[in-house]
C-alpha cells in the first residue's frame, strides 16, 4: 500500500511541475481573478479524539487536493488524499481487553497509519477576490493499518471504512496571483474497526497548512 501511495506522490509531483509550467505561460494572457482549477498540497497535524487506541497527536501528515470551480457559482467539486501516521508508546502495564475476558502485562508500541481518499464539495466567500474563506465535506473511503507491537508479538489490523471530513479553511492569494496559501481545519471520522480493543471507528481533529496553484 504504502508503495502505491509513493507512486502517486512521485506522479502527483510531476503533475504539479507541468501545471506549474503552464500556469506562468497561461496567466500572461488572463482576465479574470477567478480560479477554475486548483492544486493543493499541505502538512497535516492530527489530533486523535476519542480514540481507543492511540491518543498522542501526529506530526507526520499530508494532504493532496484537486478542486474544479464551478463558473457561475462560488462552489467548487474535487477530489481529496490525505495520509496519517500515528505512534505511541505504553510503559509496562496490565491491560485488560474491553471484552472483559483477558488481559496482558506488557509494554507496547501502537501504530495506526490512515489514508482517506475522498470527494469533496466546498463553498467560497468572497469568490475570485484575494482571501476566500471556505466552508466544505468530505466522503469517501479510509483504509487503515492498526498495529499493536507486544513482547515478540505483533496484532494487525487491516481495513477498509467509510470517512465523512467537514472541514472551514481559506485560501489567501498574495496580489491575487495564481498560487498562494491553503489553511484549514477538519473533523475525520472512519468507520475502520479494530477487534483488539473492540474499536468502531477513527476519529480526530486535523489542522493542515500549505500552498496552492491554481489557474
Known amino acids: 500500500m ?40 499541505s502538512w497535516e497535524i492530527s489530533i486523535p479524539s476519542s480514540n481507543d487506541l492511540i491518543s498522542k497527536t501526529s506530526l507526520a ?13 462560488p462552489v467548487s467539486f474535487g477530489i481529496g488524499v490525505s495520509w496519517n501516521s ?5 510503559p509496562t502495564q496490565t491491560f485488560t481487553y474491553k471484552n472483559g475476558n483477558s ?4 509494554d507496547m508500541d501502537k501504530v495506526i497509519y490512515t489514508v482517506p481518499v475522498t470527494a469533496l464539495v466546498h463553498y467560497y466567500f468572497n469568490n475570485g477576490k484575494n482571501v476566500m474563506p471556505y466552508i466544505g465535506v468530505g466522503l ?15 496484532n494487525n489490523q487491516y481495513n477498509w471504512g467509510f470517512v465523512v471530513r467537514p472541514e472551514v ?3 489567501i492569494r498574495p496580489n491575487g496571483g495564481n498560487w498562494g496559501i491553503l489553511a484549514g481545519a477538519n473533523y475525520q471520522y472512519g468507520t475502520n474497526k479494530n477487534d483488539l480493543v473492540n474499536s468502531n471507528g477513527l476519529k480526530s481533529v486535523a489542522f493542515n497548512i500549505g500552498f496552492f496553484l491554481s489557474r
Do not use: M
Request: charged share 10%.
Open 2 to 41: 504504502k508503495k502505491y501511495i509513493l507512486t502517486g506522490a512521485i506522479l502527483f509531483a510531476f503533475s504539479i511541475c507541468s501545471f506549474a509550467q503552464n500556469v506562468t505561460y497561461t496567466n500572461t494572457y488572463s482576465t479574470s481573478n477567478k480560479i477554475t482549477n486548483l492544486f493543493g498540497l
Open 61 to 73: 501528515g499530508g494532504r493532496f487536493e484537486y478542486r474544479h470551480f464551478l463558473p457561475n457559482a
Open 86 to 90: 500515528y505512534e505511541q508508546y505504553s
Open 103 to 106: 488481559a496482558i502485562t506488557t
Open 140 to 154: 469517501g473511503a479510509q483504509y487503515a493499518e492498526q498495529d499493536i507491537y507486544y513482547n515478540i508479538f505483533v
Open 169 to 171: 479553511g481559506v485560501l
